[in-house]
């Protein structure tokens, strides 16, 4: 019998059933459910609403299930309508007609909201934890490149030398920020809404301080129509879970570029690589691929969630059946996702003398040039143009710009001495960019000692 069928006569049609049922996807919810469920018989108790022995019937009744649902002794009724009435139905089976009395004063409104604030409170420690092993797996490449040198890029142009290890020191400020946002997430989403019922309250002496206590809560909804209507912290927790998968779809883009044979910087350990069925040489950089492409599901998703809110009225309406499939789909995505990348980074092979020989090549340190001038009291702009004309000139002759020979340096500018070479040396154009924040070794060590205390 259905927890509403008092008034209808009938059945439902058979499609109607099963387009109605969320089963399938709420299963997930069932510990959380019996949680909520032993919370708030605890204050029908405690509130004299419901005797002490009746309570305590009830309660080892629901721990009951709990136990046999963990050890597989008791299976999820997928016939069921959503796992409330999976969960009541079972506790009449245990208990019998007594079970009936646990869902007064409450409302499948209310248990809904409750069971997806506990659930998603305890995702969100799991993510922070996932994002905490990630970060650890760039501050473990970070360490070991503090003196790998490399080209920075914008416009995907090599643009100025920096340490592998400053680049990847650059994903960590990411993943901190991630880190912030799921903690504020968690942090703001932590009200009760048990005890709002359907949307007025109840007429019940109920202690909803007390419910929220015992679940944890930071306090309460404060307006009963606003704690079965909100799902702004779906919204938040999509939000943020999109922002993690645009990172780490940067850094598996990169990975893409970098492990390809024109460049050659990087080689993705054989454990998170495929190969081709055609053609032999090939090994394909797919797991980064499926990182990148994963990134589009989760902000789907988001996008479906705020869509699906936008033009509801209050208070619950059906439609908010729709919230967690995709909310559930865009964490276990995220969770492997950062359990894929962070074992890609920690077996990650790095070619340094690839990486090097790119910078010079690229004239990464035409700039340096540039700046030798201006120390001299040259304007910057004319300093720009002569480095700009010696970089064509080694473009022309095919050499770097520590290949070039000073007297064409002196053509150039009388101010050249031979002193320009150890100025453009790459690994001194790196390490002379100290400003905080810059790619020089003692301001990486800084931050990852920074990021190493945020993460502890």
Request: charged residues 30%.
């Amino acid at each position: 019998m259905k927890l509403w069928s008092g008034m209808l006569s009938g059945s439902l049609d058979s499609r109607a059933e099963e387009f109605n049922a969320s089963i399938k996807i709420d299963q997930r919810l069932v510990f959380k459910d019996i949680e909520g469920s032993i919370a708030h018989v605890e204050m029908l108790a405690h509130t004299k609403i419901l005797g002490e022995d009746e309570a305590e019937k009830i309660i080892d009744g629901l721990k009951t299930i709990y136990k046999k649902i963990q050890e597989g002794s008791l299976e999820i009724d997928l016939r069921s309508e959503d796992i409330h009435t999976f969960a009541e139905a079972s506790l009449i089976e245990e208990i019998g007609e007594l079970g009936k009395k646990m869902h007064t004063a409450r409302s499948r409104n209310d248990q809904v909201a409750t069971d997806l604030r506990l659930y998603l409170r305890d995702e969100c420690e799991e993510i922070e934890l996932l994002l905490k092993a990630y970060i650890s797996s760039l501050i473990g490449i970070a360490e070991n490149n503090i003196d790998t040198i490399m080209p920075g890029y914008t416009h995907l142009q090599a643009a100025q030398p920096v340490s592998f290890a400053h680049h990847m020191m650059a994903y960590a400020m990411m993943g901190i920020r991630d880190m912030d946002r799921i903690r504020d997430v968690k942090n703001r989403m932590n009200y009760s809404p048990l005890g709002a019922c359907a949307l007025a309250g109840t007429s019940y002496p109920i202690d909803r301080d007390y419910t929220a206590a015992e679940l944890g809560f930071e306090g309460i909804m404060e307006n009963s129509m606003d704690a079965v209507s909100d799902r702004d912290f779906v919204l938040d927790i999509q939000s943020a879970l999109a922002t993690i998968a645009i990172h780490l779809s940067r850094l598996a883009e990169e990975l893409i570029i970098w492990s390809s044979q024109p460049y050659s910087f990087v080689r993705i350990d054989d454990r998170f690589s495929t190969g081709s069925s055609i053609m032999p040489q090939k090994k394909n950089p797919d797991m980064a691929e499926l990182i990148r492409s994963k990134a589009a599901r989760v902000i789907g998703n988001m996008n479906q969630s705020f869509i699906m809110l936008k033009g509801l009225p209050l208070a619950y309406s059906k439609d908010m059946q729709e919230d967690k499939e995709m909310i559930f789909d865009s964490i276990d995505t995220i969770k492997i996702s950062l359990e894929v990348m962070a074992g890609q980074m920690e077996s990650l092979s790095i070619n340094k003398e690839k990486m090097l020989r790119a910078c010079k090549e690229g004239f990464l340190n035409a700039t340096d040039v540039a700046d030798y001038l201006v120390a001299k009291g040259v304007a910057f702009r004319d300093a720009h143009h002569i480095s700009a004309r010696l970089v064509k000139h080694g473009i022309d002759n095919n050499l770097t710009l520590d290949e070039i020979h000073l007297s064409v340096y002196k053509k150039e500018s009388e101010l050249f001495e031979a002193d320009i070479y150890e100025m453009i040396d790459i690994e001194k154009c790196v390490n002379a960019r100290s400003s905080k924040g810059g790619p020089a070794r003692s301001e990486v060590q800084r931050q990852i000692a920074l990021v190493k205390v945020r993460i502890s």
